[in-house]
Nanobody, 126 residues
């Protein structure tokens, strides 16, 4: 089981910055194969913002490249999202996401499970 707790959302003016953090409660951090951030606004489906995949591979949405940076502290089981030059269309609920693997990879017993945090509101408005 994986529990995720986000913090750092809030209200910011266009062009401003925010930093989101996600703390993972998991026994074995190495079982986490993907971890990062998604977002959802009232007008759009939930979409990927930025994630780490399979150790050090990062994946960003085109709309945030050059403005957002994902980072992590594996020892502390934390993932951060630094958001700079925020725009009004970045307004959304931001969710921390993790995919955990269980069982030997390639075996019949291998499974992957998805976990979500409760979300934190980011509002970009003047």
């Amino acid at each position: 089981q994986v529990q995720l707790m986000e913090r750092g959302g809030g209200l910011v003016q266009p062009g401003g910055s925010l930093r989101l953090s996600c703390a993972a409660s998991v026994r074995d951090m190495s079982s986490i194969v993907t971890m990062g951030w998604y977002r959802q606004s009232p007008w759009n489906a939930r979409e990927l913002v930025a994630v780490f995949r399979n150790a050090d591979i990062t994946d960003y949405a085109d709309s945030v490249k050059g403005r957002f940076t994902i980072s992590r502290d594996t020892a502390k089981k934390l993932v951060h999202l630094q958001m700079n030059n925020l725009r009004t269309d970045d307004t959304a609920v931001y969710y921390c996401y993790a995919r955990q693997s269980r069982g030997p990879r390639g075996s019949y017993y291998y499974r992957e499970y998805d976990f979500w945090g409760q979300g934190t509101q980011v509002t970009v408005s003047s």
